[in-house]
């Protein structure tokens, strides 16, 4: 067979398309990205924050699709759909139809006149129609890429040609381009990976919520986009009936989720608790008059993941209410009020008023998501879910095709992400012979060497059409730019970024011995890396460019004053020029790689982890403390999908046993760690030295013992009182004492959600429920009583939590002011808890009671996290860079995690987010060098006092105190070049290349010179 | 305050056991005791109950307390729950075998008469005859007291008709005039119709004792007169 | 009930050869067919009507349709703009609390404790009139009335339909 | 004595951005078209954490009226933490800036993120009303030195 194919399909433009996308073309794949809509984006764009960190999701997604959007290996094709895929691994054809944007990217300068003077409103889709946009439009105002499209069911012109057109006339450009079509083309690709999401459910079916009768009820959809300073009433957050601030909000949770009457979805969406309790806790913070009452209406409180928790007890520590309780039918009241009636758990009714009800709706698969599948062939599971195994959690049923994100199951944005990364993992490593064989590289000239000449500074001064130029007069700017010291070129251009000028650039750069080059035109943060690139072709360094925004900053917001934009301008261009006056030749840092992986623990995270590098020929050495393989997985019985544990470990040794580019290490731990990414030197237990490109560290966890304290329920002290994986052993060894049992107890949360373990174990309810069914097909007569508090089998677990209720499983709820009482009675064991719907005490009897105890940090994680400079949760985890968007990555580059040490989780998530660390760290080990920032602190020995702050102020562990001199260094490549440490220094001892204090100094002054 | 304790050393319910005997997809089990059910019953409340409470009463099998309750009286089997229940459970269908549970004679008097009555003809007890003879008369009275209505009709057991028409026998019974609206408006229509002499009410309150061989017996007859007399469609008025 | 013998029909498999309808689908269809014609222009005063969804006929019966049929005909009765709904309604309605038995059975404070919310349903309407179209329900919906002192006047659906009827192709001697 | 500075008296404000959330709220301010008095000269700096206390008196020194710092909220820090050494720095530079006798006022500090152009426009404007009622910075501020350069 031929060499497979270098390039990769990723359907979907969303975080985890995104993700896919840059994880493998920044690991040698070529990417063709294709997305639906105008652009890329997805849910997570609509998002006003994020949980847990309260983030805001534009901010931290925007920088993603930007470098997506640039990426000389990833082709983006918005507008566009697949028709049809052929062919298997390694050599694909897919059929993609691209569907016309009416408007010429190439030329489109997103100025915005265009919609401006469109006629046709229509509802804003990404507002889910709460507000308005024009026939011709951008996706919305950060949207990659950004340029506008022509909506052809709204266009006037496109329905009636020969009306209207009047953005084809007002357009500065002439980008617009009726006769557009759709167009039909086939790539040819080694493998796929579709990341297709979700749709939110649509509540009109269900009445009793009054969604369709009641303009205060909205979807969460809906309210994200309330509450978004870009949405519809620009985050004021005004409710729909008379756009006033509402002043008690109620949601109602599993809104077309756990509910096989009505909405036909029997899993729980598992996202919802959580962005109903962010909405509650961001709408008090918009919450004008500060008095907004939050109420959760809910039926388990589902807060499961990293942080969640905590965030949960924030958020009732705020005065957000809790309301155990499930509304019948939402009822109106005056003034477009609504009455919520329930019966709390004493059975009594209660009637409430509130001002805005926001409905928690799911998570359901898109129709025409279904559709492909079939198509595609790809088997979908009973909830029209991507069905995928836990053993292989982002591989489909065809070989070849990936998925990841809420295709496959309703999940939070990091779980995507850290799938993201694990499909990139599948999809790449099975091309791995191909990789850089389809990708482009960038070749640029020498550079001029322009330390000894005088400043000779080109000035471009953009009119953007007439976006500049209706309000600044850009020839008085083009003309004093040309007399400012140093400059000695400057030109006016109609459009700056068009390709055209670009050249021009490149040419009078040559011609004129230009060795800076200031651009006033629009914002740095899109366009600067455009004009860098020009400087590069031109044969000088990029650093030596700077950009004045007289567009974003000054014409577009100061349209009523067009003399004093103008001096306004002037400004911007004195300072821009003052600046880059001192600007200096940087290099392009680099670090050489040596091309070899560390992982340390060798339970199921560690060994996929090491597998998933060593099948793509990347030599790793795999160290784990004791002298066998396997970990935690050892004693686990089966996954929740009734998998047995021991034949996938079984299998998992062996391949890693007998791959010859794993080096392995048993009973040996890590003693020391020096250096950075590419290039760490790490010492073992044993004396060996190891020297590697990137680490993974997958340490696992432990499970809590209750020996003494408050959760310890005869534990240690009665013989029949086990833990989880206590009872697992009795299942592994067919211990047929089981099945004779009449009654057996489960109590959850034992040390979960507890003052001195404030988190959620995650799996636990999962796996307990699981252990019941497995009693239960031991001897289905056996009674069962499962003492809960809330359950929290997520997902598609809710299912075999309805399996568990179907085969008569008893589920009792206490809470921590009624927790049950256990007691020895002879050697037997009695409990007593009150059930709260009957409002009396039970008592049981059972011969077994299983304790689902809490999944706790192993003691010596703190250790290892010091080694590697990484950071960790209050509550003994391992700290990942970013709780949304890096969840496998630590802060501290070429350094990942996987597993239990990151947070108690599932088998199949344990799998995904090993084959996720694989895949970042193989974005490392692919490579010969990887790039370093090249603005970075830079220490004057001289000045330097050795007082230290600058080590303590720095997040990334790049400043550190030369033992022999007593004065801080800088590791450049681990340096971000942020300044914190430049600030802090007393003794002004360190610098920022190109952002020293004098540099910004020259700005400010120039700022002062004319005003 | 020490309260009740009730003894879980094993569960017999044999009444959740019976329902699910009689009805396999009661999902009595299914319960999330979400209280969805008891936000939106109009008889939460009565009796100390509610349908949430009242299915966990079977789960825990509090058998007793069950069988003794008046409230499967009060709820009107009105599957509201139902409707809106994530699970779907039918409470009102688990009312209906617990009802049947209880001996005849310690169920509401008038509830079981009017079902014996109905067994006999209709649920009012009066005579066929008088039935016939009130029909007859009142439509008397209407074609000589209303010239403009001379022509109406209220036809009885004639065959071919293409629509059956059921009474419900209060009509006939207390208010014979509430009868001739319907008669004027199907004659305007041009409705071929008639009614039936025998098991001629449309109400039944067969359907709430809890016996189903009553409610079918009832039915059945129903059907067999409308077959009998050829009519393709039965109208109720109910 | 229609509920009795449309479900008795089903779940004991009787076999007939009729097709069981509502007195409720065939006014509507009727009147859609152009069969019956109504005019409202008799309600000079803008009665309000609203009305009850028997759960015998909608929930548990024929669903929404029937139910938008039945305001079909009482908006072509009375007025389009005569009609004011009621919240819950159609197949969410509240029960009257007459079904079930529960008017022969003689629980009689608990039946009104039951209709309660449906009495303060109705009320909220403001309607002049409630048409119920089941017996049980009117029954309880009269009771309630009285009981709770409600203002409104509680009736079948046939006596304004009979009020709205337009006989122009008649004489007054019945001729056609 | 406002009035004698005369209602077309524009204060010279310099504002830190960060680059990552505050300058693309500038810039999402320029999108949206939310109009602010043209009394800003904006200077990017990668983080508000680059802004030492010095830079802001330099600021000062040079003939500012006032200054405005701002970086990202707590918590969306490009760079983790560096917002916070900001915040903590500025709180105690507000202390020290009243001890030597600039009106609190003239310099300030806020959150802007990348998505809040509205709340951009507005603190612009509010700071510049601020500073416009302080009236022109005085050349006190011009006379001291301070910092060890």
Known sequence: MDRPKGSVLVVGGGISGVQAALDLADSGFFVHLVEKSSAIGGSMSQLDKTFPTNDCSACILSPKLVEAGRH?????????????????????????????????????????????????????????????????????????????????????????????????????????????????????????????????????????????????????????????????????????????????????????????????????????????????????????????????????????GKGFEAYYDRAREEGIRFKRARVHTVLPAKDDNLVLRYSNEAGELIDEEFDLVVLSVGLETDPEVIRLCHDLDIELDQDNFVATSPFSPVATSKPGIFVC?????????????????????????????????????????????????????????????????????????????????????????????????????????KKERLNRVVVASCT???????????????GINKFLFEMANIRDQDSWVHQKWPEKATEKAKDLVRMAVAKVRGDEPLPYNHVPVTKKALVIGAGVAGMVSALSLAEQGFPVCLVERKEILGGHARKFYRTWHGRVMKEYLEELIKRVESN????????????????????????????????????????????????????????????????????????????????????AAFIHCVGSRVPE????????????????????????????????????TYGKREHLYQEAREKGIVFIRYDLEHLPEVWDDDGKIVIEVEDQIIGKRVRLHPELLVLASAVRPRDDVGELSKLFKCAMTEEGFLL????????????TDGVYLAGLCHYPKPVEETIAQAQAAASRAAMVLSRDSVPAESITAEVNPMKCTGCAVCTKVCAYHAVVMDGKTGKAVVDTGMCKGCGACVAACRSDAITLKNLGNEQIMAAVEAAMESW | MQKEIVDLSSIRARVKKQIEGAVPDAKIDYCLTCGLCASGCPATGIEG???????????????????????????????????????????????????????????????????????????????????????KDVLEEVRQ???????????????????????????????????????????????????????WDGANYCLFTGDPEDWEYTVRKQAEVVDALGCRYYINTE | MFYATLEGLRRFKIPHNFEFISVISLYAKLIRQGRLRVDSSWNKEGLKFTCQDPCKLVRQGLGDVVAEDLRFVIKAVAGEENFVDTWPRLSNNYCCGGGGGALQAGFVENRRRYGRLKFEQLSETGADVVITPCHNCHTQILDLCDYYGGKWKTTHLWNWLEKALVLEDRDETGKE | MEKAMGENWEPKIIAFLCNWCSYAGADLAGVSRYQYPPSIRIVRVPCSGRVSPNLILDALRSGADGVLVSGCHPGDCHYISGNLYARRRFALLERFLEFIGIEPGRVNFSWVSASEGEQFAEVVQEVTERVRKLGPAKKLVKEITICPR
């Not at chain 1, 389809?438 to 001029?448: C, D, M, S, V, Y």
């Not at chain 1, 740095?524 to 455009?530: A, S, W």
């Not at chain 1, 995650?762 to 097909?777: F, G, N, P, S, Y």
């Open chain 1, 72 to 304: 000389l290996n990833i082709n983006l094709l918005t507008l566009s759909e697949v028709l049809d895929i052929q062919g298997g691994p390694g050599h694909m054809k897919v059929r993609i139809r691209k569907n016309p944007r009416y408007v010429d990217t190439e030329k489109c300068i997103a100025c915005g006149t265009c919609a401006e003077k469109c006629p046709k409103k229509v509802p804003n889709e990404f507002d889910l129609g709460l507000g308005t946009r024009k026939a011709i439009y951008l996706r919305y105002p950060q949207a990659v890429p950004l340029k506008y499209a022509i909506d052809p069911e709204a266009c006037i012109y496109l329905n009636k040609p020969g009306r209207c057109g009047f953005c084809k006339k007002v357009c500065p450009s002439g980008a617009i381009n009726f006769d557009d079509r759709p167009e039909e083309m086939t790539l040819e690709v080694g493998s796929v990976i579709l990341a297709l999401g979700f749709r939110p459910y649509d509540p009109s079916a269900l009445d009793f919520t009054g969604y369709k009768n009641f303009k205060n009820v909205v979807t969460s959809m809906e309210f994200e986009r309330l509450l978004s300073p870009s949405g519809p009433c620009m985050g004021h957050m005004e409710r729909p009936s008379d756009k006033s601030e509402p002043q008690r909000i109620a949601w109602l949770q599993c809104v077309g989720s756990r509910d096989i009457n009505r909405a036909c979805h029997g899993y729980c969406s598992s996202v919802c608790c959580m962005y109903a309790i962010k909405q509650a806790v961001i709408a008090k913070e918009h919450s004008k008059s500060g008095n907004l009452q939050s109420s959760i209406f809910f039926m388990d409180m589902r807060t499961h």
């Open chain 1, 405 to 509: 994100g809420a295709i496959s199951e309703p999940k939070d944005i990091p779980q995507s992400v850290m799938e993201a990364s694990a499909a990139a993992c599948g999809a790449g490593g099975m091309l791995h012979e191909a990789r850089w064989t389809q990708t482009k590289k960038k070749e640029f000239p020498p550079e001029r060497n322009v330390y000894s000449e005088p400043p000779r500074i080109g000035v471009f001064v953009c009119s953007c059409g007439i976006n500049i130029a209706s309000v600044v007069d850009v020839n008085e700017v083009t003309e004093y730019a040309r007399k400012l010291p140093g400059v000695v070129f400057a030109q006016n251009n109609l459009f700056t970024c068009s390709q055209d000028t670009i050249n021009q650039m490149a040419e009078t750069i």
């Open chain 1, 524 to 538: 740095p943060r899109t366009h600067e890396p455009l004009f860098q690139e020009t400087l590069r072709e031109a």
């Open chain 1, 660 to 743: 010859p580019n794993i080096d392995l290490e048993l009973g040996t731990t890590i003693e020391d760690v020096s250096g950075s990414v590419g290039r760490f030197k790490t010492t073992l237990s044993n004396g060996k030295n190891v020297e590697h490109g990137v680490a993974i560290v997958a340490v696992g966890a432990e499970s809590f013992k209750p020996r003494s304290g408050p959760w310890n329920y005869l534990y240690g002290k009665n013989p029949n009182v086990h833990t989880l994986l206590e009872l697992d052993q009795r299942f592994i060894k067919d211990d047929e004492g089981l099945k004779g049992l009449k009654q």
């Open chain 1, 757 to 792: 373990r404030p988190y959620c174990s995650r799996v636990c309810c999962t796996h307990a429920i699981d252990q019941a069914l497995k009693l239960k097909e031991l001897n289905p007569d056996m009674d069962i009583f499962m003492l809960y508090r809330d359950i929290r």
């Open chain 1, 880 to 891: 990942e860079a970013h709780m949304k968007l890096r969840p496998v990555d630590f802060a």
């Open chain 2, 49 to 135: 109950l509610d349908p949430r409470k009242f299915l966990r009463l079977l789960v825990l099998g509090q058998d007793d307390e069950i069988l003794k309750t008046n409230w499967i009286y009060s709820c009107t089997m009105c599957q509201r729950c139902k409707y809106a229940c994530p699970m779907g459970i039918d409470v009102g269908r688990i009312v209906y075998e617990i009802r049947g549970m209880r001996p005849k004679d310690k169920r509401p008097k008038n509830l079981q008469r009017s079902c014996d009555l109905q067994k006999q003809s209709n649920s009012t007890g009066i005579p066929n005859e008088d039935f016939v003879w009130v029909v």
């Open chain 2, 145 to 199: 007291n209303e010239p403009q209505w001379r022509d109406l009709k209220a036809p009885i057991d004639k065959k071919g008709a293409r629509y059956y028409l059921n009474q419900n026998a209060k009509e006939p019974t207390v208010e014979p005039e509430e009868m001739v609206p319907l008669w004027k408006i199907l004659h305007v229509a041009g409705i071929d119709w008639t009614y039936s002499s025998k098991w």
